[in-house]
């Protein structure tokens, strides 16, 4: 499979390149998003596309924005993205990019957690909270929580990481009313796909949802959902607490990259990063595509 590390279309105007994602100006009103092939981790974008990964992420994210429509509104227009750009640009989109509506970006992830994971696990061993939110004591890495908790991060630029920022920052930052409405529809969210997802053999450990407010301020969902790149999925068949699952998403390559020495040094997580070897890419490509068939059969 041809991969795409970086889009060039001329059609349209270039609004922004994200980490995976390049975003495109369709009038003053709605937006070309495209999936690109790139891969970040550490909120570090890798040498090295993941062919197919872009495609396999819009169609995850695809999948979930329809069945959990009926909680919040998204922000598909259901336009052919093939119908916006040129046609020598349209082998760029198909299959890896949207049309969404152009909204007010709210600059906070809300990231939600029902397990001890990552780099929660990590907070928890130092201070026994995640994120100032304090957990009983004693608990395992991997532990299912007592129940999903809200762990909000402030987004950073391109190559910064994001910042965890306590639920009060986020009222300070946005209001009362705007974030405990985001913090109950993410909740929401966040249970009603773990539920789904483990119908298929798969726990979603955490996620994070990103939202924007449309021309009549009403909250929308946006960017990505509950993909494998936003997302930590665990195949339930191999479960097990105290120790890391065999994750369906990026976590193959942090777990190579946390173990990569060059002169006996780690990478300091920061660009550039290091070369990923070619079975790293193949063995990632294939998580991606495994996660998709699981989800959506």
Not at 220 to 232: C, I, K, N, P, Y
Not at 266 to 288: F, G, M, R, S
């Amino acid at each position: 499979m041809q991969a795409l590390y970086e889009s060039s279309i001329q059609s349209l105007p270039l609004i922004s390149k994200g980490k995976v994602r390049d975003i495109y100006a369709i009038g003053d009103d709605r937006l070309l998003m495209v999936t690109t092939d790139r891969l970040s981790a550490f909120d570090v974008v890798m040498g090295e596309p993941i062919p197919g990964k872009g495609i396999v992420l819009n169609q995850m994210a695809n999948f979930w924005f329809e069945k959990l429509s009926h909680v919040i509104p998204n922000h598909l227009t259901g336009i052919d993205p093939a119908t916006v750009v040129a046609a020598n640009e349209v082998n760029q989109v198909q299959g890896r990019a949207i049309v969404t509506k152009r909204l007010k970006p709210i600059m906070v992830e809300a990231v939600v957690r029902g397990y001890l994971s990552g780099s929660g696990w990590k907070d928890y061993q130092e201070t026994g909270a995640i994120c100032g939110i304090q957990l009983p004591v004693g608990m395992k890495n991997a532990q299912k929580l007592p129940e999903p908790i809200f762990t909000p991060a402030a987004k950073a630029d391109v190559g910064e990481h994001d910042e965890n920022i306590s639920f009060a920052e986020v009222e300070k930052r946005i209001g009362v009313d705007l974030a405990n409405q985001i913090k109950q529809v993410s909740i929401r969210l966040y249970n009603e796909a773990s539920v789904f997802a483990a119908s298929k053999g798969i726990i979603i450990a955490d996620t994070k949802f990103e939202f924007g407010l449309d021309e009549n301020n009403q909250l929308v969902l946006m960017d990505e959902v509950l993909t494998a790149d936003s997302s930590r999925f665990w195949p339930a068949n191999s479960y097990q607490v105290g120790s890391n699952p065999p994750s369906f998403d990026k976590q193959f390559v942090r777990d190579w990259l946390e173990s990569f020495r060059l002169n006996g040094q780690a990478w300091n997580k920061k660009a550039p990063a290091p070369q990923l070897p070619q079975d790293v890419i193949e063995k990632t490509a294939a998580k991606y595509r495994e996660a998709l068939e699981t989800l959506t059969s």
